[in-house]
T-cell receptor, first 108, second 117 residues
Framework: RKEVEQDPGPFNVPEGATVAFNCTYS??????FFWYRQDCRKEPKLLMS???SGNEDGRFTAQLNRASQYISLLIRDSKLSDSATYLC?????????FGAGTTVTVRA | DTAVSQTPKYLVTQMGNDKSIKCEQN?????MYWYKQDSKKFLKIMFS???????INETVPNRFSPKSPDKAHLNLHINSLELGDSAVYFC????????????????FGSGTRLTVV
């Protein structure tokens, strides 16, 4: 079983729509959780950390469910510029393990 | 003022050659990493160094040898390159978890796209 699994998508949504997707992780000792965004042929960039209480950053909301070992990302009012691959990342000790990414395409 | 810089950005080379990729960070971080992203876009950790000490060494062929001359630099040397080594190699750095008590995630370099022909 992979350490971190994501629905690869693609999620193809119109501008203004809400899109949400999950990521599951296998290591119950994982300590920190993140969402990264990766644009085509570029490096991953940190989108947001994910906290147990859930957290919001503008149009982005992240949730963590430790009991079920999943994290989620919700994007409200999608913009064309949100089109990217979203990578879930889970940290245990010094190591970040990444999911294979969920591709989101926002169309006009 | 680039935070994590890698060179070269692109590398095209023939099978059997030996090549190096360099990485430098100016963030004052204590830990540096090499990740490989293959054609399926899966990011997989290869190595990690903390203050010049190797702390993570995943199952990677011993043709790959990392070297950290100081905590701001982590280089990757690859011997006898094979077609399957073609990928994007990302360097990353992070602050020491033990120092801060909190892990803030990584800062990535812009990647080195290696093509073996």
């Amino acid at each position: 079983r992979k350490e971190v699994e994501q629905d690869p998508g693609p999620f193809n949504v119109p501008e203004g729509a809400t899109v949400a997707f999950n990521c599951t992780y296998s290591n119950s000792a994982s300590q920190s959780f993140f969402w990264y965004r990766q644009d085509c042929r570029k490096e991953p960039k940190l989108l947001m950390s994910v906290y147990s209480s859930g957290n919001e950053d503008g149009r982005f909301t992240a949730q963590l469910n430790r009991a079920s070992q999943y994290i989620s990302l919700l994007i409200r009012d999608s913009k064309l510029s949100d089109s990217a691959t979203y990578l879930c990342a889970v940290a245990a000790d010094y190591k970040l393990s990444f999911g294979a990414g969920t591709t989101v395409t926002v169309r006009a | 003022d680039t935070a994590v810089s890698q060179t070269p950005k692109y590398l095209v080379t023939q099978m059997g050659n030996d090549k190096s990729i360099k990485c430098e960070q100016n963030l004052g971080h204590d830990t540096m990493y090499w990740y490989k992203q293959d054609s399926k876009k899966f990011l997989k950790i290869m190595f990690s160094y903390n203050n010049k000490e190797l702390i993570i060494n995943e199952t990677v062929p011993n043709r790959f040898s990392p070297k950290s001359p100081d905590k701001a630099h982590l280089n990757l040397h690859i011997n006898s390159l094979e077609l399957g080594d073609s990928a994007v190699y990302f360097c990353a750095s992070s602050q020491d978890l033990a120092l801060t008590g909190h892990f803030y995630g990584y800062t990535f370099g812009s990647g080195t796209r290696l093509t073996v022909v």
